[in-house]
């Protein structure tokens, strides 16, 4: 990270960022084409876990390669200087997460349906019994997260 004074390297405000943010944006590549998607989620342990269509692009390039990149960011303001400056003075606050892991989708249904009640408690809801109907269409996926770094700009 070019400005380390930005960096926030304590765990615990990290995962609070992680449990706070509402969307994660998911980076993939294929054949030197990138493709971010941004998804709803849910974390823990050094774990993401996405649901989505078990078909469609995100399901194709993950297949080809299960390397991702992911983001999250909490705070976004734009912290404008006093009226009459250049936009050059301007700043923008914010909290960010950038990360990389190895993603691959989950087929055990009691993987699955863990995963989908961290993803469902994450927005505040309560697990349920998931339709074996729509968990046999369902695709879920699990990120084993192998680096992150956090910034604040504050």
């Not at 006093?82 to 960010?96: A, L």
């Not at 691959?104 to 697990?127: F, M, N, S, T």
């Amino acid at each position: 990270m070019r400005r380390t004074l930005q960096e926030v390297k304590e765990a615990d405000f990290i995962e609070t960022v992680l449990q706070r943010a509402q969307v994660c944006r998911l980076g993939f590549s294929v054949d030197d084409r990138p493709y971010i998607v941004p998804v709803n989620f849910g974390y823990t342990a050094g774990r993401l876990f996405i649901h989505g269509a078990s078909e469609g692009r995100k399901m194709d390039m993950l297949r080809a390669n299960p390397r991702v990149c992911f983001e999250v960011e909490l705070e976004e303001e734009l912290g404008l200087a006093q009226k009459g400056e250049s936009p050059c003075t301007w700043g923008f606050r914010y909290i960010s997460i950038i990360g990389f892991g190895e993603a691959c989708q989950l087929e055990d249904e009691d993987e699955k349906r863990r995963a989908l009640d961290v993803i469902v408690e994450h927005y505040g809801g309560k697990p349920i019994d998931y339709p074996p109907s729509s968990m046999h269409n369902l695709a879920v996926i699990e990120i084993r997260v192998e680096s992150m770094t956090c910034k604040r700009n504050s």
